[in-house]
């Protein structure tokens, strides 16, 4: 198990640049999208690159998504592999059933909300177009999104550098590798100053409990700061491979499934790596209030129940305390099988009926008409 906290001294090298088209070509970018305006769902897509797969995995009204359809196939002609799905499109929740993936489902029979089923439709797409190497997960509620330019050059350089040393290991299998986003600081829109090094407030409680994790289970003495990182990468073997759960808990809970399978795999060709990624860059989003924040703590400690087995006493202490402590409800997540695990194969039909481009009519130049 590899676990390593990355600082750069510089973010742009000449050499990288050919790495950087190599990554892009072969990367997803995933974005969960609900009820940001479409304004700021533009700038967010404005920032990534044009010729990538962009999978918008959206939760709104659905009354909305024909409108939010229309003005992204306007405001996107250049952009030719854009993908919106609606997180309780009927195929989707048709797939899943078939699937046998019945606790995704509610009792209408479409996918219950949740950012953790939206990132699983992400995951899901990103895997039935089958070309991606790579897949990246950033949320739509971002006021700057220009520091997206520097997590998705830094994710880069970081699985780029992690795949050449794979390929020099001969028969090695692909590695199980994340890269978490670790914001520079979350300002408040309107702040006079902006602190530096400072965590969320979700991450504040939840990292601590996965440093003991990591301390017990592999020995290292490594600082936490990505529990519930909203920006993170993939390889595509790892996010086939590992598990998807419920609402806020999905973050904290693929943290914990990649320290499991680094723990329990027999497998020993193939490598775990987890990066966190401290970056230069402020983080503006939409705060949410107290009460908001309390649920998010409680999905993300939910997610401890599924390994309990292996924790030490301390870290069972800390759980328990931090429940009474704050008044905590149990909420244990749903969890859902990993993709392999549905044996999902490349279908770029099904994927295609999402994609906008595919839906644009076709206009004929007058010049042409006239020879």
């Not at 899901?124 to 190497?133: K, N, T």
């Not at 400072?198 to 301390?215: A, I, Q």
């Not at 329990?264 to 193939?270: A, N």
């Amino acid at each position: 198990m590899n676990i390593d906290t990355m600082r750069f001294s510089h973010l742009l090298e000449v050499d990288g640049l050919y790495d950087l088209n190599q990554f892009l070509a072969r990367t997803a970018f995933v974005i969960a999208h609900k009820n940001e305006s479409l304004a700021t769902l533009l700038s967010v897509i404005w920032y990534l690159p044009v010729n990538s797969p962009i999978l918008i995995v959206t939760n709104c009204a659905e009354i909305e998504k024909e409108k939010l359809e229309k003005a992204l196939t306007e405001q996107l002609a250049h952009h030719p592999h854009v993908y919106l799905i609606h997180q309780k499109d009927e195929q989707v929740a048709r797939f899943f059933a078939e699937h046998n993936v019945h606790s995704i489902l509610d009792a209408s029979g479409r996918v219950v909300n949740g950012k953790g089923e939206g990132m699983y439709i992400g995951a899901l797409l990103a895997s039935l177009l089958g070309d991606p190497e790579w897949i990246v997960f950033y949320d739509a509620d971002n006021f700057v999104p220009s520091a997206l330019l520097e997590y998705t050059l830094a994710m880069s350089r970081l699985f780029m550098s992690e795949h050449a040393s794979s390929l020099l290991h001969a028969g090695e299998k692909h590695d199980l590798h994340n890269v978490r986003i670790c914001w520079s600081s979350k300002p408040t829109i309107g702040a006079t100053s902006i602190p530096a090094g400072e965590m969320g407030r979700c991450t504040r409680v939840v990292s601590p409990l996965l440093t003991e994790l990591v301390s017990h289970w592999f020995a290292r003495d490594c600082t936490v700061i990505s529990s519930n990182a909203g920006e993170q990468g993939f390889t595509m073997e790892a996010i086939r491979t590992l598990r998807f759960s419920s609402g806020y808990s999905v973050e904290t809970f693929l943290f914990l499934d990649l320290l499991s399978h680094a723990l329990t795999s027999s497998e020993q060709s193939q490598r775990v790596v987890l990066q966190q990624y401290q970056a230069q860059s402020p983080h503006f989003h939409e705060k949410g209030d107290e009460e908001h924040i309390k649920r998010m703590i409680a999905d993300s400690l939910g997610s401890f129940y599924y390994f309990r087995e292996q924790f030490s006493p301390r870290l069972r202490r800390q759980i328990q305390r931090l429940y009474k402590e704050m008044g905590l409800e149990f909420r244990f997540p749903t969890v859902y099988p990993s993709l392999r695990e549905l044996r999902v194969e490349k279908d770029e039909i099904f994927a295609n009926q999402y994609r906008l481009s595919a839906q644009r009519p076709v206009f004929v130049e007058q010049e042409d008409l006239c020879g």
